[in-house]
């Protein structure tokens, strides 16, 4: 393994799984090894790896949250990748290199950086195995029903991923997880499906679509979870609408006749459009300064509202679709 490792990634739970995977390797490797994780903001100097443990292994250091060096400390961690020790690893944790180009330069240079990166959003089988891989975190098997039905309710976003296996696998005494277990939880909870979101959505009607987002957020659910509920069924009308399979979309023959009479309801280039919008969506969710909210209805309207693509948003047709 080498010296210097680098991991480095905008999203926390997939640098945090990967940071499992890493050391669990190193493990594999150094039965010996002696891990001491520190979170940078928690420390002013970089801890000793040129002597030799205390036990006897080796030594290997772990620190997290890596962008947020600066002064004494990102001196000395340069310093150090200018000459690390092979007697020991050091393993960098970084939301982000723009603050630390020259730590990531060097950790590159003399020993590996791997970049952790979200999925992108229409790589359906890279998804799934994400769920896959939460469900076997818990050491529990599961039918790919269940990680379909995880899919639906919690979108593309992985803490939310994480976080609805982490309460079935709590929940449910099945051998095998079925997506029966994940709606048991998801209802008995009292959640609004991201689902039934998307459906009023895509059925023009933004009254009942407002009210059902507005039970989902009330419960709990995730503002991005409804967006990657939503991007997933627009993902589903583009695939029929572009006349791929019911096989190809990953859906059931009487379901892909069902997204066929939907996808009809969208004029040309509209399906599209409103892929954009979500996009767009996703990020002002991340960044802007008002509220999810309001940023989730405003957008929730404008979806649900026929669209003339290229021509500017008319607010009083949002009228018509009996919002209140």
């Known amino acids: 393994m080498p010296p210097v490792i680098l991991l480095a990634g905008d999203d926390d739970l997939l640098l945090q799984r990967a940071l499992e995977q890493r050391l669990a390797t190193l493990r594999d490797e150094y039965v010996d090894a002696d891990v001491d994780l520190r979170d940078v903001s928690e420390i002013d100097a970089l801890p000793e790896l040129r002597t030799t443990s205390l036990f006897g292994g080796t030594t290997c250091v772990v620190l997290r949250g890596c962008e947020q060096a600066d002064g004494q400390l990102k001196a000395e961690i340069e310093a150090y990748l200018q000459s690390p020790s092979p007697e020991a690893i050091l393993v960098l944790v970084a939301h982000g290199t723009g603050k630390i180009t020259k730590i990531a330069k060097l950790a590159k240079q003399l020993g590996e950086r791997i970049d952790v990166k979200r999925p992108p959003d229409w ?63 998801i209802e008995g909870r009292g959640k609004a ?87 767009q969506l996703d990020v002002d969710l991340k960044s802007a300064e008002l509220p999810d909210t309001l940023l989730l209805e405003v957008a929730i309207i404008e979806l649900a509202t026929p669209q003339v693509v290229g021509a500017p948003w008319n607010p009083l047709a949002a009228a018509t679709a009996g919002v209140r």
């Open 123 to 185: 790589d359906d089988r890279s998804w799934d195995q994400l769920v896959r891989d939460e469900f076997h975190r818990h050491q529990r098997r599961v039918d790919p029903s269940a990680i379909a039905a995880i899919r639906l309710h919690a979108g593309t976003e992985p803490a939310v991923i994480a976080m609805q296996v982490a309460s079935v696998c709590a929940a449910s005494t099945a051998d095998t997880i079925a997506a029966a277990d994940v709606e048991q939880l």
């Open 193 to 279: 499906s991201g689902f039934a979101v998307a459906d009023a959505v895509a059925a023009r009607d933004a009254a009942s679509a407002i009210v059902a987002a507005r039970g989902a957020l009330e419960a709990g659910e995730a503002p991005l979870a409804l967006v990657g509920a939503l991007t997933f069924r627009f993902r589903q009308l583009l695939q029929v609408r572009s006349g791929a399979s019911a096989q190809q979309a990953g859906i059931s023959p009487g379901q892909y006749r069902r997204l066929q009479g939907i996808a009809a309801g969208f004029g040309p280039g509209e399906l599209a459009w409103c892929y954009d919008r979500l996009a």
